[in-house]
């Protein structure tokens, strides 16, 4: 037993290492999953960063509430030595535009059908603010938490239509089946002041996203200034796993930026 703790110990002392000593001429790409998602919803876009040599880490967000997401990615951030791209999806967006504000390496954000809201703002209310949104309802009864507050799922028999249409369909029983929930909390927290008011912003969506209607990306992406904003034809609201591709592609520019 000692010796398999100390191979664990080994072994999170190289990770971290290798994330600080990540090559000086390229930024690590650190990427923030939403709710009802996890980090292997980054696979099919950490393959091409890395085949292109980007250093990559993708985080295990809590979801459990804004600022405690914010707060426990920062940690990460700053165990990072050299520039970074901060890249969220969905609610990974609130989490990332926090995070950012008390880390100066972060050179990019990159939000990928992702919110971007402004100070007062929530997921919950953003999503309402134009019609279009069929969450509610492909939402699985609340689960109680014995701290108080509930976790939110989405139904899996609706999770392919609702959250990732465009996905082959034993991909999405798998991500429903392994999906992570969010509190209820979290979705109506307010967020404070935003990174993408000093930090470049990039954005991609796709035009068939049930979760938040595109015309929300579209006011959050022209609010932000966005450098580049692309819309992904046919794509749902998992838009990295079905179009790995633009989603990288567009990471990248946004690391070679000035």
Known sequence: MKRLIAACMVLSVVFMSSVATAQSDKPTIVLVHGAFADASSWNGVIRILEDDGYPVVAVANPLRSVQGDAQYLSNILSNIKSSVVLVGHSYGGSVISEAANDNANVKALVYVAAFAPETGETAAGLTGKFSGSTLGPALDLPVALSGGGEDLYVRQDKFHAQFAADVPEADARLMAATQRP????????ASTAPAWKKTPAWFIYGDKDNNIPPQVFA?????????????VQGASHVVMVSNPV???RLIERAAVAK
């Open 246 to 248: 633009p989603v990288a």
């Open 219 to 231: 006011f959050m992406a022209k609010r932000a200034h966005s450098r580049q904003t692309i819309v």
């Open 182 to 189: 969010v509190t209820e909390a979290a979705l109506h927290e």
